[in-house]
């Protein structure tokens, strides 16, 4: 019989209301008897032209049901929606165990209709902020929301794993359904544990500190032990070796005198604030700390994204050893797009505006 369109299904009840005769219809519009006498009895019967509402088959789950589904799985105690659908069987709300993909479906379709998107979560959590945490992002968003971060160093630690020895492991790659990605790896990987800052003209040396595979230091621990990680004093020389220096190279060929450093809460940075007054008063400029960074909020940092494309950039090179990881590490380094840079470090405005807009809840980036 073929499709009629709305638009042709009220022509034809136009022209049986102007003859009031279903053959001369079919003469008029050249369509069947079969159709026209269909679409008058719609119209007839309900006073429109739309397709007859299917019974269809009997929902497995009352609505009831899904939506106590709903309720079990997004207050994350019963699991995903395996559990879930074992729950409802065994508390009566479904005759029989119904299979997890019904659940999601009925679920998500739910959800829908009442103007919610949902889906599945995997991988590990994010930190969970405090009301404490989210008051202290928010403070620190609207305060410096009209700040221009031209003349920001942003600066962070980073530990690179060296877990892909002789392989190269590109940040995406395709395969076949079914099959699954894999790569030689080893279980305990060396690290390069290095310090950095970046802003729109480019980035400082690598600082590489303790916590490096195989690194000798000489700093001690509060215990009057060797140092197995950062220590006030090794962090005061990264400050004073690497930050201040770099900085001022890197802003001053651009004309500019003042600039400010940031860094995290991390209590070893505290051994910043004596290294930058020291250094204004020996070469008489004006570098400032940024204050007060809020605590767990590295999505504030642009510098956090950079480590990110550094360690798949570093994963596509397939390096042997790790002396020739640690020296790779450096040249990509020093080759980093300037345009890149710039544009983390300008992403600045955004991110502060999505974390007001989510009253100093995480953002995407």
């Given at each position: 019989m073929g499709y009629t369109?709305?638009?042709?299904?009220?022509?034809?009840?136009?022209?049986?209301?102007?003859?009031?005769?279903?053959?001369?219809?079919?003469?008029?519009?050249?369509?069947?008897?079969?159709?026209?006498?269909?679409?008058?009895?719609?119209?007839?019967?309900?006073?429109?032209?739309?397709?007859?509402?299917?019974?269809?088959?009997?929902?497995?789950?009352?609505?009831?049901?899904?939506?106590?589904?709903?309720?079990?799985?997004?207050?994350?105690?019963?699991?995903?929606?395996?559990?879930?659908?074992?729950?409802?069987?065994?508390?009566?709300?479904?005759?029989?165990?119904?299979?997890?993909?019904?659940?999601?479906?009925?679920?998500?379709?739910?959800?829908?209709?009442?103007?919610?998107?949902?889906r599945p979560f995997s991988g590990k959590p994010r930190k969970q902020l405090t009301a404490a945490n989210k008051a202290k992002r928010l403070a620190f968003c609207k305060k410096n929301l009209k700040r221009s971060w031209?003349?920001?160093?942003?600066?962070?630690?980073?530990?690179?794993?060296?877990?892909?020895?002789?392989?190269?492991?590109?940040?995406?790659?395709?395969?076949?359904?079914?099959?699954?990605?894999?790569?030689?790896?080893?279980?305990?990987?060396?690290?390069?544990?290095?310090?950095?800052?970046?802003?729109?003209?480019?980035?400082?040396?690598?600082?590489?500190?303790?916590?490096?595979?195989?690194?000798?230091?000489?700093?001690?621990?509060?215990?009057?032990?060797?140092?197995r990680n950062i220590t006030h004093g090794e962090y005061k020389q990264v400050v004073e070796s690497t930050f201040l220096p770099g900085g001022t190279r890197m802003f001053s060929t651009h004309g500019v005198s003042t600039w400010t450093l940031q860094q995290d809460n991390d209590p070893t940075h505290k051994a910043a604030h004596g290294a930058v007054a020291a250094w204004n008063a020996k070469h008489a400029s004006s570098v400032n700390v940024l204050q007060p960074w809020p605590p767990n909020s590295p999505d504030l940092n642009p510098i956090e994204n950079l480590w990110g494309y550094m360690d798949a950039e570093m994963n596509k090179k397939g390096c042997a050893t790790f002396t020739e990881y640690k020296e790779e590490l450096h040249k990509l380094a020093k080759t980093l797009p300037l345009a890149y840079l710039s544009k983390l470090v300008m992403s600045m405005p955004n991110r502060l505006a999505e974390c007001i807009r989510l009253g100093g809840g995480k953002t995407r980036y």
């Amino acid at each position: 019989m073929g499709y009629t369109s709305e638009e042709e299904r009220w022509a034809i009840v136009a022209k049986w209301k102007e003859t009031s005769s279903v053959r001369a219809v079919c003469r008029a519009l050249k369509r069947s008897k079969k159709v026209v006498q269909q679409w008058v009895q719609r119209f007839q019967a309900t006073r429109g032209v739309a397709n007859a509402v299917k019974p269809g088959r009997k929902p497995v789950l009352s609505v009831a049901a899904v939506r106590q589904a709903r309720d079990l799985l997004l207050g994350n105690q019963h699991g995903g929606c395996k559990s879930v659908a074992q729950v409802l069987h065994a508390s009566g709300s479904s005759s029989k165990l119904v299979d997890r993909k019904t659940i999601s479906r009925a679920v998500v379709k739910l959800c829908a209709k009442e103007g919610v998107r949902i889906r599945p979560f995997s991988g590990k959590p994010r930190k969970q902020l405090t009301a404490a945490n989210k008051a202290k992002r928010l403070a620190f968003c609207k305060k410096n929301l009209k700040r221009s971060w031209k003349t920001t160093m942003f600066s962070d630690r980073k530990k690179f794993p060296f877990y892909y020895p002789g392989e190269k492991v590109q940040a995406v790659s395709w395969g076949v359904e079914g099959s699954k990605r894999e790569a030689p790896a080893v279980n305990h990987a060396q690290v390069v544990n290095l310090y950095a800052g970046i802003s729109i003209h480019g980035i400082t040396a690598l600082h590489i500190v303790t916590g490096t595979s195989s690194h000798k230091t000489v700093y001690k621990n509060k215990q009057g032990k060797t140092a197995r990680n950062i220590t006030h004093g090794e962090y005061k020389q990264v400050v004073e070796s690497t930050f201040l220096p770099g900085g001022t190279r890197m802003f001053s060929t651009h004309g500019v005198s003042t600039w400010t450093l940031q860094q995290d809460n991390d209590p070893t940075h505290k051994a910043a604030h004596g290294a930058v007054a020291a250094w204004n008063a020996k070469h008489a400029s004006s570098v400032n700390v940024l204050q007060p960074w809020p605590p767990n909020s590295p999505d504030l940092n642009p510098i956090e994204n950079l480590w990110g494309y550094m360690d798949a950039e570093m994963n596509k090179k397939g390096c042997a050893t790790f002396t020739e990881y640690k020296e790779e590490l450096h040249k990509l380094a020093k080759t980093l797009p300037l345009a890149y840079l710039s544009k983390l470090v300008m992403s600045m405005p955004n991110r502060l505006a999505e974390c007001i807009r989510l009253g100093g809840g995480k953002t995407r980036y």
